[in-house]
């Protein structure tokens, strides 16, 4: 059974979830797509066409009202502003393996099937999970579970997504409320499963507003403001009466897959995040664009209309390197590469870019207006499956959030803020911010080499090349 680590949605208590998996979700390197470039479906695929179990959601809902109901979840993000994006059902899912045609999937040996045809690229198939018992066999927890979603066959040539699969369990629509069965409203389940369509669709986890992680207030500003692909589903977006999809939402979904007339549509804010030393770019910390607040209207604009980065999320998290995968002659076949320990780093990650420019760089996209830049750690708890960026154990940085001023250094006032103005098409780069108080990059004693090399003849030793 493949796991992809790209979006297991969890309730961790009545109206908190977790995502377990703004930005791409994948991103294309040397030998895997487009160098630095998100891995997304092409527009030549539009539609994108998939296959839906021929049973339903759960016991409580037909089998017509269950495809209806996916495809209006799909509606969400196709109808989105300055977006191109289209679906096609194809029809009940196709036979493969341990999966016989027309058979409602109710064993994990057929979910297994399906999910091998989808990493063959056959076809994107849908599995409905009506009371948890896929998700019971597979050895899961399924009263953690709402769904899972994710790309599976990319074209190396290309990085455009060729397939990829959405899992539901209905055990949380089958009209029980239990200690040992908890149900979600349906506006709740379906924004669960549109966060996982969005991971379908290529886009990573997005951290904005993340104090309501300690606040639990879920107040219309700080909801409309609150990504729903926030790692966290803590705040009903139907309950709060806003939209589902966010300002951080749409900009991606729509950088990913744009009408003609998005450019005219978004402006650019770009820049480097520094270590306090003002020369080390820094990976891993969360960059946020906020609209500057309309003191004339009731609603704080600086929480509802926000979008955001990680720094350096087109460079790969694992650039490789020769040292530690071969430290030791490979012994025995069980120690040898691809199967054992030994050399498996080597080359690194296939995704991201090896473009060291790229570190520490951040490029958001926002609708016109007048926005403040600030930067963050992300969330102690947004690791593994619910990390936001390309690491998945989140970056600790001191003294945040820190804002960007027109006067930057490594020890400015981190709460001054200059505002910055983009109109549509307009682009605003060198916004760099240099952090104040994190530990130096380099020790003082740090040495290229050069002094090594100049004093070993002198005292008669013999130099031996090492191979980093």
């Not at 606040?215 to 926030?230: E, H, R």
């Not at 709060?240 to 978004?266: C, E, N």
Request: glycine fraction near 12%; hydrophobic fraction near 40%.
């Amino acid at each position: 059974m493949r796991r992809n680590g790209c979006g297991a949605i969890a309730v961790l208590l009545l109206l908190c979830v977790e995502v377990f998996a703004g930005g791409p979700l994948m991103v294309g390197g040397p030998q895997l797509g487009q160098d630095g470039q998100p891995l997304k479906w092409a527009a030549a695929a539009m539609p994108i066409k998939y296959r839906v179990d021929p049973g339903a959601i759960s016991t409580k809902y037909t089998v017509t009202q269950s495809r209806d109901r996916l495809a209006a979840m799909f509606t969400k993000w196709s109808g989105a502003a300055d977006t191109q994006l289209s679906f096609q059902y194809l029809g009940p899912l196709l036979a493969t393996g341990a999966y016989a045609a027309n058979a409602d999937v109710t064993t994990a040996a057929q979910f297994d099937a399906l999910e091998g045809s989808c990493y063959a690229g056959t076809q994107s198939p849908v599995v409905f999970d009506a009371n948890g018992s896929i998700l019971r066999q597979l050895g899961l927890d399924d009263m953690s579970i709402i769904g899972m979603a994710g790309p599976c066959a990319i074209s190396a040539a290309t990085g455009n997504i060729l397939t990829g699969e959405i899992f539901m369990n209905g055990l949380f629509q089958d009209g029980v409320s239990t200690d040992t069965n908890w149900e979600l409203s349906v506006g709740g389940f379906d924004e669960a499963i549109t966060h996982e369509i969005g991971h379908f669709l290529g886009l990573d986890h997005a951290q904005i507003n993340v104090d309501v992680l300690s606040s639990f207030n879920c107040v219309a500003d700080t909801v409309a403001g609150l990504p729903l692909m926030f790692p966290i589903s803590i705040c009903s977006r139907t309950d709060a009466g806003v939209p589902i999809l966010s300002t951080d939402d749409l900009s991606w979904i729509s950088a990913f897959y744009p009408k003609p007339t998005r450019a005219q549509a978004y402006g650019k804010i770009s820049g480097r995040i520094y270590f306090s030393d003002g020369l080390t770019q820094l990976q891993g910390a969360n960059v946020i664009a906020r609209r500057v607040d309309e003191t004339g209207t009731a609603q704080n604009e600086s929480r509802r209309v926000a979008v955001s980065v990680v720094s350096g999320y087109r460079f790969t998290a694992n650039p490789g390197q020769s040292v530690t995968a071969n430290y030791l002659p490979c012994q025995v076949a069980s120690d040898c590469p691809p199967n054992g320990y030994l050399g498996y780093n080597v080359g690194g990650s296939v995704l991201g870019s090896r473009d060291a420019g790229l570190v520490g760089y951040y490029e958001i996209e926002v609708p016109p207006g007048t926005y403040t830049i600030e930067v963050e750690s992300v969330f102690a708890g947004f690791e593994s499956g619910s990390s936001v960026g390309p690491f998945q154990v989140p970056v600790r940085i001191p003294g945040q959030p820190e804002f960007w001023n027109d006067t930057e250094s490594s020890f400015d006032d981190v709460s001054v803020k200059t505002p910055i103005t983009v109109g549509a098409g307009e682009s605003a780069a060198g916004v760099d911010i240099i952090l104040n108080n994190t530990p130096p990059r380099f020790d003082e004693f740090e040495d290229s080499g050069g002094l090594f090399w100049q004093m070993a003849p002198l005292a008669g030793a013999e130099v031996a090349e090492v191979q980093a």
